[in-house]
């Protein structure tokens, strides 16, 4: 019973205090919101290897930041709970604050209008036409030519609208079309097979 409760000390003991354990989530996280708007919406897309690596060494880069020299369960908890109540909040204040959001976010980047690509666009996101054409593909586009509208939005995701407006409603049609035939081949399978005793 002795040595369960030494486990237990020393996995919830605290060896930084709280008000730092609290406070280093918190300054971690406005850092970040901060450099990301500075290095701008092509980080939170995750275009490429390079852009993931740097997310990836990042977090890892920044863990230290947050937990200091604390690795108990208490102090993950304590600085787990500090980011979660801050970006409540944070979410929360600009909820409230449309015209704030828009200046920490950032505005929307057009980049196809009416069929027409713009390199200026393109390089103040420091994106490449064939990047473009994957997150074109990633939506069912099968080549930038079939786009007539592009905005890479604040939060890294791409809106891309068809220059054929009914392309879109077409192939959902279809594939609602192939799913109603699979239920009916499924419900033709069920009556042939034997019924159980």
Not at 15 to 30: A, D, G, N, Q, T
Request: glycine share 8%; aromatic share 6%.
């Amino acid at each position: 019973m002795d040595l369960i409760s030494q486990a237990f000390a020393g996995m919830t003991a605290l060896h930084l205090s709280l008000l730092e354990k609290i406070l280093r989530p918190i300054i971690v996280y406005i850092a970040i919101i901060i450099m990301l708007r500075i290095f701008g919406k092509r980080q939170l897309a995750q275009l490429n290897p390079f852009d993931l690596t740097v997310l990836l060494c990042l977090s890892n880069t920044l863990q230290n930041a947050i937990i200091g020299e604390d690795n108990s369960v208490t102090g993950g908890i304590v600085g787990a709970v500090s980011l979660l109540t801050i970006n409540y909040f944070t979410v929360r204040f600009f909820f409230r604050h449309r015209s704030l959001d828009q200046i920490v976010s950032g505005l929307p980047t057009v980049l196809i209008e009416h069929g027409k690509l713009s390199h200026a666009a393109l390089a103040k996101e420091m994106l490449t036409e064939s990047e473009l054409t994957g997150a074109a593909h990633r939506q069912g586009f099968s080549s930038l030519k079939d786009v007539d509208r592009c905005v890479l939005e604040p939060g890294g995701v791409f809106s891309i609208s068809s220059k054929d407006g009914n392309a879109q409603a077409k192939h959902q049609k279809e594939l609602l079309n192939r799913l109603e035939g699979l239920s009916a081949q499924i419900r033709d399978l069920e009556k042939r097979l034997p019924k159980p005793i």
